[in-house]
């Protein structure tokens, strides 16, 4: 079991929405470069070399950030010069994009201000969300979250602390149809309230 995650799913996605999202990020107090030696860095994911910090220039991490030329990219967004959240943007379905934040290594009062700094970003940015999850033990990790938030496939490892999909694929799906959820549009939420992050 992990330390928990954060999965953002969210449609349409290029330069010019990474640098946006990027910003909004830095603007809810994450930080792109350590402030101990102000560097920004990629962190490598293959097939040659993996998990290797490379210091990159702003405008590079933002550009692979849009994923024009990669499916994939990783990098790190900063707490504290020692503290920092594994950040992933990948490519999802139909010029989508899935954000993943990683929790490992926080403390409690860590990962919930880095909780509630990605919901704040997100919050600004709901009509592009198809899928929002937060599960801050890891508990869910195994689940094929893809296929739920985009194929409506049922839960099998269990329910995140807080779920959000677009409502009208909770409307088709036979398990969140069933559920108590609340509405929050375009999205409906489970477990924790979004308003409370």
């Known amino acids: 079991m992990s330390d928990g ?24 107090g994450f930080l792109l470069g350590n402030p101990g030696n102000g ?17 990159v220039a702003r405008q590079e991490l933002i550009e692979s950030a849009g994923l ?41 009062a860590e990962r919930e201000w880095a909780i509630g700094a990605v919901a704040r970003v997100l919050r600004g940015d709901l009509d592009h969300c198809v899928g929002f999850v937060v599960d801050r033990r890891g508990v869910t990790e195994e689940e094929d979250w893809d296929s739920v938030v985009w194929r409506r496939a ?17 409307a088709a799906h036979i398990q969140l149809a069933q559920a108590e959820g609340y509405a929050e549009p375009p999205l409906t939420f489970f477990g924790q309230r979004f308003g409370e992050l």
């Open 68 to 108: 024009v030329a990669a499916d994939e990219v990783n990098f790190q967004l900063w707490l504290n010069a020692d503290t920092d959240v594994f950040t992933r943007i990948r490519r999802g379905e139909s010029r989508s994009a899935v954000l993943e934040f990683g929790l490992d290594g926080l403390t409690v």
């Open 5 to 28: 995650f954060i999965y953002w799913y969210r449609q349409g996605w290029g330069t010019s929405d990474a640098r946006e999202t990027i910003e909004a990020l830095e603007g809810a």
């Open 39 to 55: 560097l920004i860095t990629l962190v490598t994911n293959g097939p040659d070399s993996w998990g290797e910090q490379m210091p």
């Open 154 to 170: 049922p839960l099998t490892c269990g329910w995140p602390d807080i779920l959000g999909v677009r409502s009208e694929s909770v």
